[in-house]
């Protein structure tokens, strides 16, 4: 599914970019299941599990301003057909062998104001510098500087080290420093595919524009990678993506 030269360009760079990768038609069909988990997200007055709010400055829940569905694939189960996408999977399988699962699904609607996790490496909150650990964002609508795409610092996957993380009370998850001269944005069409190394440093910004940004972001790996916070058969959110039978 992949040429070699993009096998080449991933072990090099630590992402690829797949662009309109989803048709028109699963795109209206996903969108139209996100649409719920946004409005029940946006009822909410406090955070309830799995769905987590915008925070104040102070630090605390912005009722009726959905932040992110953690385990979203445990929340609505029809959205594992998305994680389960051949023309995603088979590309993941290129990289990381044929028998796979997924983990840690979420969703981010980045709603106008929205935030995300600024720079930061996704094997941080694994607790692994594994190199088998890919992580894969599908852009719902379409990302650009506006509304907070996803942007990377190429090559620096290649470490096969964590860096030091801080956190904010004022903003969801951890983040690091990054020299942004190094950085690339990565404006994306609806229906597009990011697949990366979960050692590579990125990051998003907020959503500066009135536009949402629809996005989901998990992590495939070997399904007989031992991850000891995300055992398989031991941890809720992770599933088969792919068995090497088909």
């Known amino acids: ?9 991933f072990e090099e760079e630590g992402f690829l970019v797949f662009e309109r990768l989803l048709s028109q038609e699963k795109l209206e069909h996903y969108l139209a299941i996100f649409d719920e ?20 400055t102070q630090g605390q829940p912005l009722g009726g301003m959905l932040h992110k569905v953690q385990g979203v694939c445990v929340v609505e189960p029809r959205l594992l057909e998305l994680a389960r996408e051949p023309a995603v999977v088979d590309r993941v399988a290129a990289l990381a062998g044929p028998d796979l699962d997924v983990f840690g699904t979420k969703f981010f609607p980045k709603l106008a104001g929205g935030t995300s996790t600024h720079w930061h490496q996704d094997n941080y909150y694994f607790g692994t510098t594994s190199d088998q650990v890919l992580s894969c964002g599908i852009y719902l609508q379409d990302a650009d500087l506006d509304n907070g795409c996803l942007q990377v610092v190429p090559g620096s996957h290649r470490t096969g080290t964590i860096a030091e993380h801080q ?17 690339v944005a990565l404006p994306m069409p609806a229906g597009s595919v990011a697949l990366f190394s979960a ?9 500066e524009g009135q536009r949402t940004r629809y996005s989901t972001a998990w992590h495939y790996v070997p399904a007989d990678l031992d991850l000891e916070r995300f055992p398989r058969g031991g941890y809720e959110d992770r599933h088969i993506a792919r068995e090497e039978s088909e």
């Open 199 to 207: 050692n590579l440093l990125h990051g998003t910004a907020d959503n």
């Open 37 to 56: 988990l946004v409005a029940k997200g946006n009822a909410l007055s406090e955070p309830i599990p799995h769905f987590s709010l915008e925070l104040d």
């Open 1 to 9: 599914m992949l040429q070699n030269e993009e096998i080449i360009r």
């Open 167 to 183: 956190h904010t009370p004022s903003m969801h998850g951890s983040w690091t420093q990054v020299e942004t001269s190094q950085a």
